[in-house]
């Protein structure tokens, strides 16, 4: 799995630690294999989330289902899918507070959608970001934050986000630096959701 530490990190990439690349399932060796497990095994979560019986029966915005769908979405590929990471990271909060700060976020979320306190798109990239930030797995916390804001669009009445109309945001292009540019103004100001807000529209 040396090519997994070896590899060149794009900006704003979470690099993957020699613990929890040992536990790589496929027995592969570039990174365009990696690439093209992940993407095999997001799509058959992607059918699951977004079909009508999961959406009728299932709750985005629940603790469990969080897990479920980082679980679904990489357990062909790492084994670590759907457990919170247990090391720190130069971006997220000290994984000690991954367990107490998903639920806090979750009741913030459902609260201002609920109350209406906020547009449904508003809450739902606002949730998206601090999800982000929080980066509570070791890796795929992007692509896993990008999708439950989808399912979670749809669950509220909204179509799914386009996120620039970039296909997976995870390899480096206009696309993905804009995307990251976005969630950088929101850091740097929580009123500017503009940039993210026509980004994930456009
Ligand atoms: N400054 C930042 N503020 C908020 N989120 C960020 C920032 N930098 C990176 N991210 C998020 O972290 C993701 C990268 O984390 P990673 O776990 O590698 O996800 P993935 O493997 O799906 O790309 C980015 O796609 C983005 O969602
Ligand atoms: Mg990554």
Redesign the pocket.
């Known amino acids: 799995m040396n090519f997994i530490l070896n590899q060149k990190?794009s900006d704003g990439?979470?690099p993957?630690r020699p613990e929890e690349a040992e536990q790589l399932i496929p027995k592969i060796s570039t990174l365009a294999e990696l690439n093209e497990y992940e993407a095999v095994n997001i799509l058959r979560a992607r059918e699951w989330a977004f079909d009508n019986r999961t959406m009728k029966s299932n709750d985005p915005l629940d603790e469990v289902y969080v897990r479920e769908l980082h679980h679904r979405m990489f357990d062909n590929v790492w084994k670590w899918a759907g457990t919170y990471r247990q090391t720190q990271r130069n971006i997220g909060c000290d994984p000690k507070e991954i367990v107490q700060r998903i639920p806090q976020l979750l009741a913030n979320a459902r609260y201002w959608l609920e109350n209406k306190t906020l547009p449904v798109d508003e809450a739902l990239l606002r949730f998206h970001h601090q999800l982000t930030k929080i980066h509570p797995f070791a890796?795929?916390?992007?692509?896993h934050a990008r999708m439950i804001a989808d399912i979670a669009a749809v669950k509220y009445g909204q179509a799914e986000f386009t996120w620039g109309a970039g296909k997976d945001l995870?390899a480096a292009g206009d696309a993905r630096t804009r995307y990251l540019a976005a969630l950088r103004a929101l850091d740097a100001d929580e009123n500017d959701l503009k940039s993210l807000f026509d980004f994930a529209r456009s």
């Open positions: 990190y990439n979470t993957i890796n795929g916390n992007g692509r995870v």
